[in-house]
Every structure is written in C-alpha cells, then in structure tokens.
C-alpha cells in the first residue's frame, strides 16, 4: 500500500463523500471531513429524505471509531462562504491531498428555478476558486482531487470514443500550414449544475499553468448502489439512498418504484445513452487518484470515471426482468437530444488495475434490497422527475391532457444568494 496521507475531504457527509471517507480511512490515510450539511438542509427544503436512515455525523464518526479503531476529524465549515477558516486550516493543518466532494451534484436541483441556480452557481463555482485560492494563498503543495461529472461532455454523441479530457486538433492557417493542438474536450453542458463543472475545468487549467497547483479531475458517470464494504460494517454508517426526482439517479429511481409497485418511468424515448459506475469503484478510483499524483508544473490530469453506458431504456428493461415491474414512458422535462450514443475511453483506471462491476452481474440486488427493507420510508409523490428544464419543455408538460406529470415549479430558498 502507498504511504499514509493526510486527507481532506471536502463535502464528506454525502453520498459519494461519506464512503470515500470510510475508503480513504481504511487504507491507513489520516481523513478529515469538512462539510457544512448543505444536502440534510435541502433535504429538508424538498420535504424528503433518504431512503435509508441516516444518523447524526458524531454517531457516523462513533461508529467508525468502534468498528474500525480509527478516528475520522470533522470540521463543520463552508468552503464556498468561510475563506478566512479554510486557510487558517490548510495553514493550520497541512494535507498531502484534498478530495473535493463539495458541489451540489444534482442536475434537476439546478434548474428548478432561479433560486436553485444561482445557489448552484454559486456554491459551486465559488466554492472551488476558494479552494484552488486557498492553496496558492496557504502556499501548500497539495494535490486537489476533484470529483467531475461526465455531464461536461454532453449527450449529444460525438461518433467517436471520447478521450480523458484532451483533444488533439489540427488547425489549418491562412497560409494552408498544418498546426497541432492539444485542447480540453469542447463542454456541452446540459443544465447549470453541469455548465458549473465545466468552468470548474477552465478554473483547474488556469491554477495548473499559473501556479503549478497538482490537480487530477474525474469525470464521472452516473454512480449506483448504495452500500461499499466499509459502510456495511454498522448500522449507523449506511450511505445515502436517494430516489426523488430531484437528486435520486434514474437507477435508484427505478429500484424504488419497482419495490413499491410502481410502473418504471421513462422518460421520453428512452433512448438516452449514460455512462455508469457502482458506488464501490467510485471509492476505489478515488483512491487510487490519490495515490497517482500529477507532479507539480504539470497539466492537469483528467480521468474518465466509469464502467459501461447503457440506455435508460435498457435499464428500464434490466430492471424490469429483474423485478417484473411494468416500464411507463412519460414525456421528457430535459431539454435534450432523445437518442445518442456515448462512447468512453476509461483506459487509464483499467490500467491501474480497476475491474469494475457492471450492472449485469447482478450486484443491482443489493440496491433492489435496500429499496425493499426501507420501502416504508418511501414517499411516492416525491418519485417523479418534475423539474422542467425551459420555459418550452414547462409549457409542454403543463398541457392538461392527461397523459403528463403535472409540473412543481421550484419553491425560493430562504438562504440563496
């Protein structure tokens, strides 16, 4: 195993955050959690919560403690608000590596209304120029480990398998000269929770190249899952479930409606193409991020973070063989393409050893049993994807015949910015 390193991460309470925690902790790293418990917040704004129950951060960290032996740190703060005590704490405390969790990940979330996306813009954005600021103002040679979003390349299919970040390009000038580039992979975001990732990357190529900070970026696919073997040792260590329209993934979604009795829904032809990952090779690639470094003055490194892609009406369909529940198509409220192909290169974790798990090799049982032990916590009016992404798609699924799901407009936060 690689060396002990002090680890912060940032956004540690969360549905990736919180096992990568318990990952990082017990391969021997020294793991500190910052969180400002944004995600309980707005858990309770939603009026909803997580399927499985989740207890208080000190019975995690207790928990932790008393089945492992090892101690996690927690420091309640708000890296996008809090500037002075995030420098006082790198100062303060020095980590080899900080793992940044800290976004709010929800695509629907982000375009609930104008609120919801300034506040995603906001703490997003804001929340990682005050993290790459820190470093360069603490004078810290940390590597930022920073938890992206295959979102930035866009659905729309490029007809080729998409690289780990770069492109290279031939640019021909007015003289008929031949000119080789290698640039970042053009974005096409497809909501601001996504637009917000792909400015993270912009922000990451400038502190690289002027500050020489060591930045590794993961573009991740859509995890599922609940449970990793860490958070499987204690009742009170179980990781998020979450399943509503807003921050539940298509695949939990489903699992949910198909252990309550509910028909599959589907949105629009189903025919979109999604990259996707278990939540115990998201904990796995995180660590092995952390122990692969780019050396300082270097680009960043980019890394794709998945496993396969699928339809989601394949999904629908796996699940459906699975459960025996009935597939319903709904009309879409994103605004995007209703088919595309998505092909990913996911070389580099494969070369350092990752095998991942695919849906097909039945480990989507556990998910299936957990919607099921926890079906009482389920509330069913919170199931649908009601979150329209434009003004168009709103008034098309405002159109009362009878076949739509009525749409929620977003309610104001009472704490945005």
């Keep these: 195993m690689a060396a002990s390193k002090k680890i912060f991460v940032l956004g540690g309470d969360g549905f ?22 944004s995600r309980r917040r707005i858990d309770a704004e939603l009026g909803v919560r997580s399927l499985t129950p989740i207890v208080s951060m000190e019975q995690r960290i207790d928990a932790w403690q008393d089945v492992s032996g090892s101690v996690l740190k927690f420091h309640y703060l708000d890296v996008a608000e809090d500037y ?33 996306k300034r506040y995603t813009v906001g703490n997003n954005v804001g929340g990682t120029h ?16 920073h938890l992206g979003t295959m979102g930035v390349y866009g659905y729309g299919g490029a007809g080729f398998e998409i690289p780990e970040g770069y492109l290279e390009v ?24 996504h637009m917000t990732k792909s400015i993270d990357q912009l922000m990451f190529q400038f502190y690289a190249q002027n500050d020489a900070l060591r930045i590794t970026d993961l573009h991740q696919g859509i995890v599922w899952g609940t449970q990793t073997a860490e958070t499987r040792r204690h009742p009170d260590l179980v990781n998020r479930f979450d399943y509503d329209g807003e921050y539940g993934t298509v695949l939990n979604r489903f699992l949910v409606q198909a252990a309550t009795g509910h028909p599959l829904t589907v949105h629009g032809t189903g025919g979109q193409t999604r990259a996707f990952i278990n939540i115990q090779d998201t904990v796995r690639c995180i660590a092995l991020a952390v122990d692969h470094p780019p050396r300082r ?12 892609t699928l339809r989601v009406r394949d999904l629908a369909a796996l699940v459906s063989e699975v459960t025996g529940a009935r597939v319903e198509y709904r009309p879409n409220p994103r605004k995007e393409a209703a088919e595309n192909d998505l092909e990913v290169s996911n070389a580099t974790f494969r070369a350092l050893g990752l095998d991942p798990i695919t849906l097909h090799e039945g480990l989507l049982q556990e998910t299936l ?6 079906a009482d916590r389920v509330d069913p009016d919170h199931i649908p994807a009601r979150t329209a992404w434009s003004r168009e798609e709103r008034a098309r699924l405002d159109e009362p015949d009878g076949k739509v799901v009525p749409f929620t407009r977003g309610a104001p936060r009472t704490d945005a910015a």
């Design 16 to 37: 990736c955050g919180w096992p990568t925690s318990l990952h990082l902790s017990s391969l021997g790293h020294e793991v500190t959690i910052i969180d400002n418990f």
């Design 84 to 116: 002075a005590q995030l420098v006082h704490l790198l100062e303060t405390e020095r980590p080899d590596t900080i793992v940044h969790f800290a976004e709010q990940r929800a695509a629907p979330y982000s375009m609930r209304g104008a609120a919801e």
């Design 130 to 145: 005050n993290v790459l600021n820190a470093l360069v103002e603490s004078d810290l040679d940390c590597h930022l480990v």
């Design 170 to 193: 031939d640019v021909t000038d007015r003289e008929g000269k031949r000119h080789e580039w290698e640039i970042l992979y053009p974005t096409r975001p497809g909501s601001v929770y």
């Design 297 to 308: 003055g270097e680009r960043v490194k980019i890394l794709n973070q998945i496993a396969e």
């Design 369 to 374: 049993e957990i919607s099921t032990r926890f």
